[in-house]
């Protein structure tokens, strides 16, 4: 056990880069707040909170997920099917009335749980890389949702949607939800052996091994999670839109985003070091940024240059840093980097 | 290698395709015969150079992400490249044939810078590719359409555009042309001292620096010739279809299943660049086929995924069991057009 | 003891698969999701435009094509099939409103072309002191966005009307009716929503009359036994969904044999598809949903060496050009560009107080041959990706927006 832990990422390194998140998130917010009064707009205001909140709320699920997933040591590029498949089986059951929700919502998350399983033994026991193997299951159910679905299918019934449109305090109950799940991901990683695993294994599997780790059960429940977590996203997408749709996911770009969200947040791509925390930091300064350029009506396809410069530099920084402290003697002239 | 060199060539030869990087030509005839069975007018040399003029530019840009796959990172910059290229050809060169050379520099030029800068935020700023080359391929797709509202002019002039329609002498067309040289050119790269470099840096970079090599000049050149690769792409293309924004879309995914397909190992160090070609190749061959026996246009991303996960769970197996000689040693791997593998590492795994 | 717990999750979620692999199948069956009209239809059809297929609207479609339109022929944006109106004494004002227009995106050369008209239009209702600003959000062609948009102008306060493009029709139908509840006017326009809630819903005649225009065409200049390759941008959008769910029917019917794909528009994939199809047999014609593509669909022809198609396409310059060089049978319909321009009249009609049409139908006419040469001619100077039909000609900033993009 002791070994373990000692592949776990020193405390101090992941607190601080997880403070230079905030940091820039804080940022992000004082310069929207200068950008947005400048236009003559109030950015500090209930609509604006409310606003990035439910912007936070779905790929915030999914980003948890990914988490994950990249802390282990894999990836996953099916979350959008999933996201659209769990709609639709949500939808699909529910179009029955109320009595469907609990049996429409067991549905989907098993589902997706079952998609994340797949995921997880692929990459596990037919050793395919994480890549390949979920952005193949991706190709899969978006074969599987084209050909069967064409335009929305089902229904939620209006108890189901008032999990999208209910706000308490301004806050939607989709974000408390997500936040929620936040803390138990943060649990799991932090407070159980399994989380324990799961850094060891993205860590480095072999050590992880020689350490008597079982490697294959962290990776295949993280996907599971993963994919469970995109299934919620999928849930609450149907509540919001009230009918299932097998394009939604793809719609919102959420495999691509919720990498490029959990990087943001500081979790190395290469796995077994990072956090939850980070990825919420990572997934709102997503949000003030698209908020604040929503507000400020910037040209859609400048949207997209901002994001992707966004992203490059925000990387950047946090590996320029990582440089910097690095002991002199893995690098011959320490400073100079 | 002394084991190897006692086989007779036709062993050798069988033992090759017993590799993934080998397979997939075994792949390509079948793919072939099933083709012209499904349809006899396939087979006619006409239509064969037909299909194979179409599939350039996707196997272009696997030759280019092979480079990028082996040296152990990932391009999907690729169609962001390829739209942003065919934007330019419409709007630079537009209805101008003086234009057409300063175009095709311009290209180039926009080629070398965006490929340089995924390399040096790669390998000097310590961004991992697939986050430089995702945020490359968010701010070229958004700044290319914002620069041209969305859309550009019109198609360039038709003598441009000959490059990637017209046909050499009415019988070959000039992509298939560009194809082969640039196939020709890439095995003979694989080949240099640059290929060796390239497969050790992907194979093990700390021991390719440790023992001398400059893995950040190694990978940028890689990332360059990716991008390269994706401007000819783009250039074909836009003789081919015309000018579009949604040209290139997906093409780096494809890129990549065709590498893969060509049983290069994703975090690099093996492959063979010509299997990626004919990756490509036998994947478009493979919706061909499936379009003549009338399966429904919407089943093709299915295929797609099981094809990729197939063809890297069984490389993995091959990969392993090929490995068995232990008289082979990692520079040879390295000198071998047919590289002997390791381990493959996985997630879960290493 | 944990490594059990990981084991028996495994265990239940692929047993939860297997029982859900027959939930979902009974859920595809849902009677609720069938179409009405599947008694009638032969068996292929129903299965691949069955959910699609609206006998009552196609008949209203049908009829609406030879209808008589109210207002100036000249101004056909103003025009409109005489129906229902919807009051709006309550929302008069002598002062300059704040509109908030929530699009579905720009990521397609028809909604550029509209959007550009839009703006200038608005700065022509500036001028005149109609609308003070307009805010526009952007959804990217996201659903969940374009809720979040809508949502967002609620939650200001500030919107004394709301212009909605909807991204999709179910989905979007909550966040519309949000929108109708704050009681100021709501104006829809392009795709539909599920409610008429909207002060006036604003579309040309529809998919189906767009259908029935170029299928008519089709089977006038082909004989049955002919082949009709059908080249589709994407599944899903109604208005797209019902002009190959009407004019499948009609070919099918006129025993014209049809072959459908999806493209994405993206002429590379319309290149190969009409290539595969040219290897496999003769095609005499093609229908297109959009004419975005159109031109890499002739240049395979040309490329294969065969006889250029009888062709339907749409009044996107780059095809009214492309068929202008040539010699071919073709006719361009038009899903009327010019509507981008009603939305913010509509709005100067209510800020006055005169009762605007529920649902606004605006004419939608097909350019044939002569119209083609008229409408080039008098978009000289414009890109491929321009729509003859923009209607914007007359606007005072014209041509410079539209020309520079």
Known sequence: MTAITGTRPVRRTRISTTAIVYIVLLGAIALSAVLVAAAGKSFFSAGTLTSVLTLMSILGFVAIGQTLVIISGSLDLSVPYVVSTASIVGAGIMAQGAAGIVPGVAAALLVSAAIGAVNGLIVTKLRVHGFIATLGVGLIISGWLGTSFQGSFGSAPAEFRLLGATTIAGVPLSTIIMLVCAGLAALLLHRTSLGLHIYAVGGNAHVARLSGVRTHVPVVVSHILCSMLAGLAGLLLLARTSVGSPTIGSQGGYDLMSIAAVVLGGTLLAGGSGGVLGTIGGVAIFAVLDHTMGVLEVNPFFKDFLRGAVIIVAVALYAWRSVQRRPPRFHGKGKEA | ?350 | MMRKHSKGLIVVALGAAMTLAACSTDGSVDPSAAPENTESAPAETAASNGEWFDQAVYDEQFEQRSASFEGDPATPWLQYIDGPMTDTAEWQTDEAMHACFANASISNPWRQTGFITMQEQLAVLQDEGVIETMEVRDAGDDDNTQIADIDYFIGQGNCDIYIISPNSTAALTPAVERACETGSPVIVFDRGVETDCATTFIHPIGGYAWGIDTAEFLIEHLEPGDTVVALRILPGVDVLEHRWAAAERLLTEAGITVDDYFTGADPTEIKSIITDALARGDVQGIWMDAGDGAVAAIEAFEDAGAELPVMTGEDEMSFLRAWQERDMTALAPAYSNFQWRTPLLAAEMIANGEPVPTEWVLPQTPLDADARDEAIAANEGMPDGHYALFGGADLPTYPGPWQDR
Request: proline share 6%; charged share 10%.
């Open chain 2, 1 to 350: 290698m002394s084991a190897l060199a006692q086989q007779s060539p036709w062993q050798r030869f069988v033992a090759a395709l017993g590799t993934p990087s080998g397979a997939v030509f075994v792949l390509l005839v079948v793919l072939l015969i099933a083709a012209s069975i499904a349809n006899p007018r396939f087979a006619e040399p006409d239509q064969l150079v037909r299909f194979l003029a179409r599939t350039a530019p996707i196997a272009i840009a696997a030759i280019g992400q092979f480079f990028v796959i082996v040296s152990g990172e990932f391009d999907l910059s690729m169609g962001a490249v390829i739209a942003a290229q065919v934007v330019i050809a419409g709007n630079i060169i537009g209805q101008d044939e003086a234009m057409i050379l300063p175009g095709i520099a311009l290209m180039l030029l926009v080629g070398v810078m965006v490929g340089l800068l995924n390399g040096v935020l790669t390998t000097f700023a310590k961004v991992p590719s697939f986050i430089v080359t995702l945020g490359m391929m968010l701010a070229l797709y958004g700044f290319v359409r914002f620069l041209t509202g969305g859309a550009a002019t019109g198609n360039p002039v038709d003598s441009f555009r000959e490059i990637g329609r017209g046909l050499l002498g009415d019988v070959l067309p000039y992509s298939v042309i560009i194809l082969v040289v640039l196939a020709v050119a890439a095995w003979l790269l694989m080949r240099s001292p640059f290929g060796h470099t390239l497969l050790a840096v992907g194979d093990n970079a700390v021991a390719a620096r440790l023992s001398g090599t400059r893995t950040a000049g190694v990978k940028i050149s890689a990332f360059v010739l990716s991008s390269l690769a994706a401007t000819v792409a783009g250039i074909l293309l836009v003789g081919y279809a015309g000018v579009h924004p949604s040209i290139g879309t997906g093409y780096e995914f494809q890129a990549i299943t065709a590498v893969v397909l060509g049983g290069a190992v994703l975090g690099g160090g093996r492959g063979w660049v010509l299997s990626a070609a004919a990756g490509a190749i036998a994947l478009e061959l493979l919706f061909t086929v499936l379009n003549q026996v009338g399966t429904d246009s919407t089943w093709r991303p299915s295929v797609q995924g099981i094809i990729i996960i197939l063809a890297v769970a069984l490389g993995a197996v091959a990969w392993r069991t090929a490995r068995r000689p232990p008289s082979v040693s990692r520079t040879d791997a390295a000198r071998d057009p047919d590289p002997i593998p390791t381990p493959t590492p996985t997630p879960g795994e290493q």
